[in-house]
């Protein structure tokens, strides 16, 4: 595709329930970037993938969270047990090779609110 | 840990006036990242800086990385509204060469 795409663009939740993010990458990038973005701030890094497999995913913040890339291009970030902290814009990023010296693009995101 | 801080955290400025975010890093870092996010938006890609003290200009927009490669800024000449948004700089987390740790920003606001 054009650019990388995140859905669905805003997911509400009660708390406790459980939840998937989509992002679908820039086709022929190898590395996807799974980043949390709360309101005021930068994006936090969560997880990296090079391929099928998760080269870094030391930014998870607890074993609620976890990511797959099974076919090396689309990614689900999956939230179980939700809380109110969770709410925040999650963004995702490919880049062509991976590394942090790389240009990365973001998707729109998707914004999360637990209630 | 490993920190990186943008000062200033807001910055309003009359139309035609100049404007600099400034980034430092606890740490030395191997390449510095600006990035751009409109209101409502996701960040985009502007820049990347690689070698100590280098200068990188894009028409009103010039970048610099400090010679201790600690510290970076960017400078925007005679601001237009279409410069509004926030401005952010990103670096590789020190032991990993594949996430960036991104600072917390400075939101431009432009006066017409």
């Known amino acids: 595709g054009a650019g990388v795409s995140q859905t669905p663009s805003n997911k509400v939740t009660e708390k406790g329930k459980y939840v998937e993010l989509r992002c679908d990458p820039i086709?022929?990038?190898?590395?996807l970037y799974w980043y949390r973005q709360s309101l005021g701030q930068g994006p936090e890094f969560l997880i990296y993938?090079?391929?099928?497999?998760?080269?870094?995913d030391s930014g998870l913040p607890n074993d609620r969270f976890f990511a797959v890339r099974p076919e090396g291009s689309v990614s689900t970030l999956k939230i179980q047990r939700t809380e109110r902290g969770d709410s925040a814009v999650y963004l995702c990023?490919?880049?062509?090779?991976?590394?942090?010296?790389?240009?990365?693009?973001f998707g729109q995101g998707t914004r999360l609110t637990v209630v | 840990g490993q920190q990186v801080m943008q000062i200033p955290q807001y910055q309003h400025v009359q139309e035609g006036e100049d404007f600099t975010t400034y980034c430092n890093s606890s740490?030395?870092?191997?390449?510095i990242q600006w990035y751009k996010q409109r209101p409502g938006g996701h960040p985009v890609f502007l820049i990347q800086?690689?070698?100590?003290?280098e200068v990188k200009k894009q028409k009103r927009l010039t970048f610099q990385f400090g010679e201790a490669k600690k510290n970076s800024s960017l400078h925007i000449t005679a601001t237009q509204t279409t410069d509004v948004g926030t401005y952010f700089c990103a670096g590789p987390l020190m032991g990993s060469a594949r996430q960036l740790t991104f600072g917390s920003g400075t939101q431009l606001t432009v006066l017409p």
């Open positions: 990023a490919s880049s062509l090779m991976g590394g942090a010296d790389t240009e990365a693009f």
């Open positions: 740490t030395t870092l191997s390449n």
């Open positions: 993938f090079q391929g099928t497999g998760a080269a870094d």
């Open positions: 086709s022929g990038h190898t590395a």
């Open positions: 800086l690689v070698k100590s003290g």
